[in-house]
């Protein structure tokens, strides 16, 4: 005869981080490149603190980037910025001395501006001299 398995405890509801301020994070391998190019080139308000940068963003947004020696570049884009119009958003970016990157992958397509169309947006992709991914997003 099988002996019965015991039941799973039930879960306790877990209730501080409904109301915990959060904020996003990435890594860079040089910090004062990185204050120069959020500070100077993007035109963001930069804080510095004794463990790395605080961008202080739209609509009260934080975002903590911190040195790293052995960084490795994300793969993903760690920082969306919606704008009214993406092509007055390129043409500054562009202004800048900053590359926008091209996709041609089955289901990543851009235009020869660096734009993807899809539903209800466009969005273009450009990266920090880190190397991680950035975009501007305009909703359509």
């Given at each position: 005869m099988k002996a019965k398995a015991a039941a799973s405890p039930a879960?306790?509801?877990?209730?501080?981080?409904?109301?915990?301020?959060?904020?996003?994070?990435f890594s860079v391998?040089?910090?004062?490149?990185a204050k120069e190019f959020y500070g100077q080139t993007l035109g963001l308000?930069?804080?510095?603190?004794?463990?790395?940068?605080?961008?202080?963003?739209?609509?009260?947004?934080?975002?903590?980037?911190?040195?790293?020696?052995?960084h490795t570049a994300a793969s993903f884009t760690v920082l969306n910025f919606k704008v009214k119009d993406i092509n007055e958003a390129i043409d500054e970016l562009k202004s800048q001395g900053i590359k926008l990157e091209h996709y041609d992958l089955?289901?990543?397509?851009?235009?020869e501006n660096g734009i993807l169309k899809g539903d209800g947006?466009?969005?273009?992709?450009?990266?920090?001299?880190a190397g991680n991914v950035l975009s501007v997003i305009e909703e359509t």
């Open positions: 879960r306790k509801e877990i209730n501080m981080f409904k109301e915990a301020p959060a904020f996003s994070s391998n040089d910090l004062k490149t308000e930069v804080s510095e603190t004794p463990e790395g940068l605080e961008l202080n963003l739209a609509d009260d947004l934080n975002v903590f980037i911190y040195p790293k020696p052995n089955p289901d990543l397509k851009t235009d947006m466009q969005i273009a992709w450009f990266k920090d001299p």
